[in-house]
């Protein structure tokens, strides 16, 4: 908990610390194609670093320096036969937070699966929107353990059908919302009660606990029309 900013640079491909000036502090050499989603976590008060990596379809574990603890590989399945699958992100139910350890891991440009693990890293079941009223996914891009109401639960971005789907942490489907107000939602963060959304159409959504709009933050919707 320094207050460093952890980030990946695809092209090298490397994690770096900046501090909030945006200076460089340290960096290491990621064992991963190209590390799409990452997430911060804590197990036992040490912290660890997930990546997944929608190139070679690996999920890694990592300690703050870099050693990698754990990788999660393609869940045996008959859908993946045939059938590409490409990580682009994971959350974990925090014991900090009152919960197991399981890892969700999103399938996002692949077979919009989400799948869920132990967190040794035992495949449990997968969901793909099929459960419940709104449907399938179709770009399950991101995923996010909230933890503001009384009981958590996993909110996945449906990205292309402009929506997101929520599940308990047991995976059976509760409700869907966005679908009037988000643009191609495509990942999560918290901040106290309020719960960011990254939006692929250049903008972060602010949503409160009842899932409702509250505004946008960086709106430059026009950038995605420019040519190139």
Known sequence: ETGLIA???????????????????????ADVANGHGMVL?????????????????????TTLDGETVMTIGKPDLPIYEDG??????????????????????????????VHRYTKTGVYVASINGEEGDAGRFDGSHGVFVDTRRSEPELYITDRSNNRVQVYDLDGNYKRAFGESCLRLPSA??????VLII????????????????IGRLGENEAVCDVEG
């Open 41 to 61: 976590v804590k197990d036992d008060a040490i912290e660890h670093i997930w990546l997944a990596d929608n190139t070679t379809g690996a999920v890694i574990k």
């Open 84 to 113: 590409n699958y490409a990580p682009t992100a994971m959350t974990v139910y925090e014991e900090r937070h009152g919960g197991n350890g399981d890892i969700w891991v999103t399938d996002g440009y692949g077979q919009s699966y």
């Open 188 to 193: 999560f963060a918290g901040d106290g009660e």
């Open 198 to 213: 990254a939006e692929l159409r250049a903008s972060l959504a602010l949503m409160d606990s009842e899932d409702k709009l």
């Open 7 to 29: 980030t990946f640079h695809q092209a090298d491909p490397t994690v770096m610390f900046f501090d909030t000036d945006g200076t460089l502090r340290r960096s290491w050499t």
